[in-house]
């Protein structure tokens, strides 16, 4: 069976720091990645998807990147976090097939707080 | 304009009955899939149901039902005797075909709380 890990499961970080947040899936292969990230309180929001090692989709211009070394690893980064940056991050994968009904499978999540 | 609108911060419902929590979409799309996930307080997004734009009836998981109603481009989910580990939030969730299926786009959510 396949599953998704994801860590740290929380973080404080001071503004200007850098971040690093990993995702790791097991059981599969060439599977799409994603990372959202979720406000307090509200849903969920496309960062990035990956169909591929090196491939790297953004949704949303910001002082985050994302990256694909691995197969199965997909890294969320940032040079400069920002107040901003605080949130709930969710990494998720799904089947290289990415059709509408291509059910998409969460990590446990990072929370992430920057002061 | 808001691609997902749940208009229902939060609900009670009684242990037992049935709850229907709401969702609206905005697409010019005719190829698209609606989602339900269900968030606990742990966090981790639990995939409930998915209705395709072309399916001809409703979809239905166990004790998640979806009431689609293409016309009025609402994908309402009804939970039948809720239990007390119901209680969690819930998002509304579409995905267009002309994104390439790979953006999923979420509503603000619903918190569910059910009471013994």
């Known amino acids: 069976s396949q599953t998704i890990h994801q860590w740290p499961a929380t973080l404080v970080q001071p503004v200007g720091s850098p971040l690093s947040l990993e995702c790791t899936v097991e059981?599969?292969?060439?599977?799409?990645l994603y990372w959202y990230r979720q406000a307090a309180g509200r849903g969920l929001q496309l960062l990035f998807y990956?169909?591929?090692?090196?491939?790297i989709s953004s949704e949303v211009p910001q002082n985050l990147s994302a990256s694909r070394p691995q197969d199965r690893q997909f890294i969320l980064s940032s040079k400069k976090l920002l107040l901003s940056d605080s949130g709930f991050y969710l990494c998720?994968?799904?089947?290289?097939?990415?059709?509408?009904?291509?059910?998409?499978?969460f990590g446990p999540g990072t929370r992430l707080l920057v002061l | 304009a808001q691609k997902i609108t749940q208009t229902q911060p939060g609900m009670f419902v009684q242990e037992k009955e049935a709850v229907t929590l709401d969702c609206t979409y905005d697409?010019?799309?005719?190829?698209?899939?609606l989602f339900w996930y269900k968030q606990p307080s742990s966090g981790e997004m639990i995939f409930l149901i998915y209705?395709?734009?072309?399916?001809?009836q409703n979809a239905t998981e166990g004790r998640y039902s979806l009431n689609f109603q293409k016309a009025r481009k609402s994908a309402n989910l009804v939970i039948s005797a809720s239990q007390l580990g119901d209680s969690a939030m819930y998002f509304c969730?579409?995905?267009?075909?002309?994104?390439?299926?790979?953006?999923?786009?979420f509503g603000a959510g619903t918190r569910l709380f059910v009471k013994a």
């Open positions: 990956s169909v591929g090692i090196g491939q």
């Open positions: 209705q395709g734009s072309y399916d001809q």
């Open positions: 969730a579409m995905r267009e075909a002309n994104t390439g299926g790979f953006k999923t786009i």
């Open positions: 998720a994968w799904s089947s290289i097939r990415a059709g509408l009904q291509e059910t998409q499978y």
């Open positions: 059981g599969t292969s060439n599977p799409n």
């Open positions: 697409t010019s799309d005719p190829s698209y899939g």
